[in-house]
């Protein structure tokens, strides 16, 4: 996934009417406003009750469904390669969100605060701050990518991670 892909998603997305954020390792690049890595997909969250919208752009603009764990994410992709892996949040009245588990006790949570602006080429981009992305990055045994993400946090904002 380039960042003129990312872009190009994310223009469909704001045309369908569907407001989305970035996570993952593009949300980290976002958050330290140069590309790092190369990416293999783009993680989105984006509000549940704009589904049917995000959907349909997708599916005219020729993306098919892959992996199907909803209500926790769904992965679309592109002949040309592209990947979304898709995660539906439900937002409360303060702002914050929470998004199914596997665990239905116990949702991913999303504070208010959490969704902040990054920059992709120069452009300003809605994506997970990065106090979330380094929650989000507990409890697996890390692979190269998401050390590398974390040493990015570091470096930028001066964060502990776990590893």
Known sequence: MTADGVLGVLELFRGAGAEVWIGGGWGIDALVGRQTRDHRDLDLMHRQEQEPALLAALTEA??????????????????????????????AVDGSAEQASPDP???????????????????????????????????????????????????????????
């Open 62 to 91: 020729g993306f098919e469904p892959g992996l199907d764990w909803r209500p926790i994410r769904f992965v679309m992709a592109h002949p040309d390669g592209r990947e979304l892996d898709l995660h539906p949040l439900v937002f």
């Open 105 to 163: 006790d116990q949702p991913f949570r999303y504070p208010a605060s959490c969704f902040v602006t990054g920059m992709i080429n120069e452009t300003p981009v809605g994506c997970l701050s990065a106090e979330q992305q380094v929650l989000f990055h507990q409890g697996y045994e890390p692979a190269d990518r998401d050390l590398h993400d974390m040493a990015q946090l570091r470096r930028a904002f001066g964060l502990e991670t776990h590893f």
